[in-house]
C-alpha cells in the first residue's frame, strides 16, 4: 500500500472490491496502520461437500433429471482446454443473451467486450485443468452450460446459462445435480455458489461466508467523514423500510 500511494499524486484512497472476510487479505487491510472502513458486505453461500450425499437425494435434483430423461437423451461432458471450449462459447454466450432478454438485467454477453475477455479467460488458463466448461445436451442440443472453476480444493460456480425455452423443465437444477457430482468425484471439499442471495444456493448451501468491499485511507478525518455518510445512509434505509412497512400494514 505504501508503495503505491508514492507513485499515485494526489492520492486520497483505495478501495477493494469482494474481499473474503475469513481471508487473510481482510485481516490484513482492516489491521493495518491505514484507517479501513467496510463500506458494504455481501453474502456468498458455500457447501460443505462432506454433506453433497444428502443433497443429491434431493427430490426435486432426481424429479427434474427424469423429466428431462423422458424428453430424449441426456448427455454431460465437462473440457478443460481451450481447444475444446474456445469453439463452443459462443453458443454458451448466446444461450445466456436469450435466458435474460427482456429482463432488468441483461446478459453482459450483448458487450462484445465480456465475450472476448472470456475467450482470454480461456486462453489464460488453459493446460492448468483448473477451469471447467460443462455442457448439458438433450438429444445432442445444448440446453445448460457452465463456466466454471476447481482448484483442487474447491469448486467455483462461476456462470451458468440454460435454455429458456426450457425452463419448465429445469434444466438449471439438472446442471446442478451433475456438477455436485462432479465435484464430488473430484474430491472437492467445497461447492462455492460466489456471491448473490438466489434462492436456489440456499437450498444446498451450508455456510454463508461474505465479502467485503472495504475503503482504506492514509487519513484520519477522510475516514471519519466516510463513516458518517455510510451512518446516514444506513440510517435512512432504516427509516424508509419503517415507511413502507408502516404503508403496507395500512394497505
Partial sequence: ?????????????????KVPTHGCLYTALTDSRYHATVTSTLNAPQMDMSTVAAALKKKSLRRHENGLKKRGEVSFETYSGAAQITGRLEGFFQQHIERWQGSDTPSLFIDPGNRDFYHALVDAFDGTGVLRFSELKLDGALVAA?????????F??????????????SPGEVLIK????????????????TIG???FKYRFATLTPQVADIHITPYKLAAAVKRTKLQVRDTLRWVQQRISRARGRKS
Fill in 156 to 169: 467455483t460456480w462461476y456462470k451458468p446459462s440454460y435454455d429458456i425455452n426450457l425452463a419448465k423443465a
Fill in 197 to 199: 442471495d438466489e434462492a
Fill in 146 to 154: 457452465h463456466l466454471g472453476f476447481y482448484d483442487g480444493v474447491t
Fill in 178 to 193: 451433475n456438477l455436485l457430482t462432479e465435484a464430488r468425484s473430484l474430491e472437492a471439499d467445497v461447492f462455492d455458489f
Fill in 1 to 17: 500500500l505504501d508503495h503505491v500511494r508514492q507513485q499515485v499524486g494526489n492520492f486520497r484512497c483505495f478501495d477493494f472490491h
